[in-house]
Nanobody, 115 residues
Framework: VQLQASGGGLVQSGGSLRLSCAVSRATLDLTAIGWFRQVPGKEREKVSCINTYEGTTSYADSVSGRFTIFRDNAKNTVYLQMNSLKPEDTAVYYC?????????WGQGTQVTVSS
């Protein structure tokens, strides 16, 4: 499984960005797909996830109500719509997928929110 993330950039506080993650196989085949983020010197943090088998989505408390994860199965792409961005959302964002017990990661995309 290969993942290609895009959509990061520089945005002012209160602004919005949409991240995309193109997947090399059908997203419906995956156990789960979602996004993590990481700030230098800190552990990678789970931001949001879609559990395909359960049909559920989850969000970190820090982004709940501001971020929305959704997918386009026809395009094998998962998105992270990020609204009301805050400086503390600044991080490298990684998409990931789980399949048959294995985890796969895309390259990171930098999101920088200026105050």
């Amino acid at each position: 499984v290969q993942l290609q993330a895009s959509g990061g950039g520089l945005v002012q506080s209160g602004g919005s960005l949409r991240l995309s993650c193109a997947v090399s196989r059908a997203t419906l085949d995956l156990t789960a797909i979602g996004w993590f983020r990481q700030v230098p010197g800190k552990e990678r943090e789970k931001v949001s996830c879609i559990n395909t088998y359960e049909g559920t989505t989850s969000y970190a408390d820090s982004v709940s109500g501001r971020f929305t994860i959704f997918r386009d199965n026809a395009k094998n792409t998962v998105y992270l719509q990020m609204n009301s961005l805050k400086p503390e959302d600044t991080a490298v964002y990684y998409c990931y997928a789980k399949l048959d017990g294995a985890a796969y990661w895309g390259q990171g995309t930098q999101v920088t929110v200026s105050s």
